[in-house]
């Protein structure tokens, strides 16, 4: 075996893990502990008149906004603060907290609890996009409900719709999805000498640290939070814990004493932020000849009742609205629209599914609608070097897909299978290609983040990796020791890793966006080294390093123009699919994945993020039905929302192309989301081509695959 | 107070039913579902119950003059790998819930439970079961059609359990057991439809059709099972049509959460129509 | 409140309880016995599992009352043994963990599938893990670690 990076070690967290050792938040014990119960709206918009109490026992406590300390203010600080910690007048959404209710005993808790009502004066509100573009029950945000608004030019579409032989039009849309991490929410928070200490789990703790900071207006160095072992997160716990953690730093000023608060796991999933739902309009000219000469293309995302990252998800989808695809004129428009839901936030991909599936199921209908095969026509628009991206950037790296495509094709048997079930026939095959733009959108590593990381070799000949992205199952403990390791030329059991704690690591950024191997993990390779330089195993020593930005990137963020991601990584996904022509049933028969992610740092690692981000992906596109009920969810337990079991998807087939990237390490890039961006729209696609009827919307439940072969 | 009972025998949980009220409770997966609180709360349970699983009384299936009797507590995971119950039931109870829920979950209790989407139920139904239940006044016995009375209710009266679930022999050999859940496993059913046939010498001697979730219990339209048998797979061919339009007028399902009304309703007379076509094609395969 | 006699991890053990207190918060709650999760409440993801009298049942949904006289097994117990170390191990070597929150009810529901069948195929041990949830995995390594457990413990299971 050759000695490549890439090469896949036993994890640094399987063994604890796997044995029960490790200590997940409800795991771990505090002295004196208090519990927490959120006490939330009954209704989804209008306005609160008051709140009813029980008489509350010795050691019972209802606190809210009228406790938040003097000086506080009544707002997370997440990128905007227009969310309130509690509840003071306005209602936006169902399940709004109102108060924490505290105390020493979860029984008396929860019966206080229920003897709490909440009074509300009802508006109507507005919940779908189409409700909330319309402002019904007057606008929610602004005067006009958008919490952005973005246009994107490329070319001159003007001038190819005037000359276009004809126009196809085409509406793709996409459901919520709910992020079922499989440890619900939860966070401790406690009074430690004059310091609120936080333990969360979560992916971001200085994004905590900042949101909580102006509620009990204290100086971020008296906050501190602890991550702990995380178990799942998906993009659920980037902005979330920050609603959690500004009632609980509220509650523990005033106590002084340690709450907690995990949520059950209807609570979770009634009440936690989800992934947009969109809505993807698309005007396409095409010429004489059935070439696409231009694209117009209106994609709306229903944002939920605060922004949180809502503008940024947007820029991800219109980024993507395109996706692999070279096309010469380009016109987009993104609006982040509010409504009276939940707030919709990150979640695994973060605005880049909704774009390509409704960008790879066009193609697919502009290809069934000129009669061309789809991976032949989907194959001739393909971005390559020096390419120009929707936002008129410039694909800098070689473009492996067709050898990706090749591969797909040869492992699934696509040509073969495409004339063995022609469409209608009840089983189809059908591809999808997706890019990733690696890390935060445009400028923001640098203006925004700016991560340093630490590492500090001791005498004892081991080193300690200092950062604050957190390990919560993608395996970055271990990619990150690697390459430590790898470059300080010690075994990796001589690499240390701790949960992150903001008292003890620089702040190297969320966890988010793909960013942590190719951003962090490369500081992480930069720090390494700089300190092998100095240390020889033998004495105490540590480097700081900070982010440097390549310097070729051009981005103009007031405009969007230029380049949105230094680099991408690229995907191909094929999907087979039977449905049973009595019950639209869909038995998927095989998933052929290729991707392009630079280099792997641990093959094992990527095929294990592969494998999960296309499951996640499948369940996106055929199971995950998350319908609004009177403003709530009406799946709102495992039981009725779906997501996949060991039995509903089988062995994934993947592979990956080696494409490395100067500015990763080893030349690593992002992998954890580009998994995720592909596998709904080929499962949609392969569906469509088995009924022979247009897929547009997922989940394509069989309630949906009847609708459209019935009509 | 005592919440829970442990009862030694079968007539000590008898006495409990009478003297306390106490909810019979056997697998407890739907009890402790329905009345779950958050973690470290105790469920609250409409009054004490008396725990069942472990009475040896309830736990045993015997065979006895071609009669199958199923005690009402016998796990899932027994039932569907005891090789003298009928397939169908066999079929159902092995895609019910989980391997972990079908350690505990019983017949007794998807039965108790009458939920329009039991699959216990279903398979149940179309295999003519009966009930053994016991009471403080002695026991009787009753059809399963005519204990369940629609969804969520039984004819249970306060002071009884139900023992046993009792099943004839039949000739029925053409089984077809299709459940259409919201995912592959560990699903609740969004309709299910269970069959069953016996042909002798070119003729349907014996026909059910039971079709779940469709309606407030489980549907089984006896006239029209009476009206097809005798025939020959030909001349059900030709009677498919009515018969589908027979069911179509008695299948009321709802829109919820998990399906639509009509979703049920037309996969579920495509399954009936699959059945039925198989048996009506019958001659031409063998 | 009742008095419950059981045998926990091989020690008997007297719990007094409320009976229709769920197993699992006795094992969390009052053992300490937290390598048992709590995913749902409500016997659908299987973090809880854990062993009564070797088979697999969910901890959320049985009140403790139910385990009068059982033996139950976690995976406190489980990692003390010979099997339990094969698996744990086989896990580790697959990349079958993740976030690790579903793990160790994954651990407890291969042990109780290769109790049964010490030489399963694809399939049963993908039925044998239906009623655990991962969000992280896909499965397809931890089917791989079963499958890896069950051929390097042949003779203990
Ligand atoms: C995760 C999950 C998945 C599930 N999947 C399915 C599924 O696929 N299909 C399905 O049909 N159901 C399913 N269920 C529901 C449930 O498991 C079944 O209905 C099961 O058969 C109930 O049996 P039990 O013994 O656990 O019932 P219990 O909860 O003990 O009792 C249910 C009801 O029956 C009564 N009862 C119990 N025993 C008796 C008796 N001997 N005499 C009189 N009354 C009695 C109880 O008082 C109660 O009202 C699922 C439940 C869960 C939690
Ligand atoms: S916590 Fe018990 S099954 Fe989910
Ligand atoms: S490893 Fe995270 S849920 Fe399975």
Known sequence: MNDSISNPVRRVDAYDKAAGYAQYLADMKFEGLLYGRLIRTPVSRGVLTGVELPEMPEGYRYISAADIPPGGENRIQMIKSDWPVFVSDTVRYLGQTVGILTGPDRQRLHELASKITVHCRTQEAAYTIEEGLACRGGAIHGDDNLFADFHLKKGDPEAAFSQADRIVEDTLETGFQEHVYMEPQGITAEWKEGKLVFHASCQCPFYIRKAVAPSVHMPYENIIVNQTTTGGAFGGKEHFPDVIASALAVAVYVLRRPVQVIFDRREDMLYTVKRHPSQVLFRTALDAKGRITAMDIDARLNAGAFESCSPIVLQRTIFSANSVYDIPNVNIRGRAVATNTVPSDAFRGFGAPQGIFAAEMHMSHLARELGTEESEFKRKYFLAKGGKTVTNGTVREEVLLEQMWSRAAELSGYYEKLKAYPPGSYRGIAPAFYLHGGGFTGSGEQEIINGKVRITGSKDGSAEILLSNVEMGQGTATTFSKIAARVLDIPLDRVKIANPSTARVPDSGPTVASRSIMVVGKLVERAASQLRERWGGTSDESVLVQYEHPPWIRWDQETLQGDAYPCFSWGVCIVEVSVDPGTWEVETLGVWTGHEIGRAIDEAIVHGQVIGGVNQALGYGGLEKLELSGGGFAQHTLADYSIPTSLDFPKVTSFLVENPYEYGPFGAKGAGELVFDGAAAAYAAAVQRAVDRKVERIPATPEYIMEITEA | ?286 | MNQIHCRINGSPVAISSPGTRRLLDVLRDDLGLTSVKEGCGEGECGACSVLLDGKLVNSCILPVLAVSGGDILTLEGLRETERGRCIIDAFAETGAVQCGFCTPGMVMAAAALLFEHSDPTEQEIRIGLSGNLCRCTGYDMIVSGVALAAERGRGLW
């Open chain 2, 1 to 286: 107070m005592v919440d829970a009972y442990y009862p030694g025998s079968l007539a000590e949980a008898l006495e409990l039913r009478t003297e306390r009220g106490a909810i019979p409770f056997a697998g407890g997966t739907d009890l402790m579902v329905k009345y779950r609180r958050p973690a470290g709360v105790l469920p609250e349970l409409p009054g004490p119950v008396v725990l069942l699983g472990h009475l040896d009384e309830l736990a045993r299936i015997t065979e006895e003059g071609g009669i199958l009797h199923i005690g009402a507590a016998v796990p899932l995971s027994v039932i569907e790998s005891d090789r003298r119950l009928p397939y169908l039931l066999r079929s159902s109870a092995s895609q019910m819930a989980s391997p972990a829920l079908r350690n505990v979950a019983t017949l007794g209790g998807n039965i108790g439970n009458a939920s329009p989407a039991g699959d216990g139920i279903c398979a149940l139904a179309a295999l003519d079961a009966r009930l053994r239940i016991a009471g403080s006044q002695g026991s009787r016995s009753i059809s399963l059609e005519e204990f369940i009375t629609g969804p969520g209710t039984t004819l249970l009266r306060e002071d009884e359990l139900i023992t046993e679930i009792t099943l004839r022999p039949s000739d029925c050999t053409r089984v077809f057991y299709r459940k259409v859940g919201t995912r592959k496993a560990n699903a609740l059913s969004k309709l299910s439809v269970c069959a069953d046939a016996a042909v002798q010498d070119g003729v349907i001697t014996d026909i059910r059709i039971a079709l779940g979730a469709v309606a407030p219990k489980v549907l089984r339209m006896k006239d029209i099972e009476e009206s097809l048998r005798g025939s020959t797979p030909e001349e059900l061919s030709e009677r498919i049509p009515d018969v589908l339009a027979a069911y179509e007028k008695h299948i009321r399902p709802i829109d919820d959460q998990r399906s639509t009304a009509r979703y049920r309703k037309t996969a579920a007379l495509r399954l009936a129509e699959e059945f039925l076509r198989n048996l009506s094609e019958e001659e031409n395969r063998e």
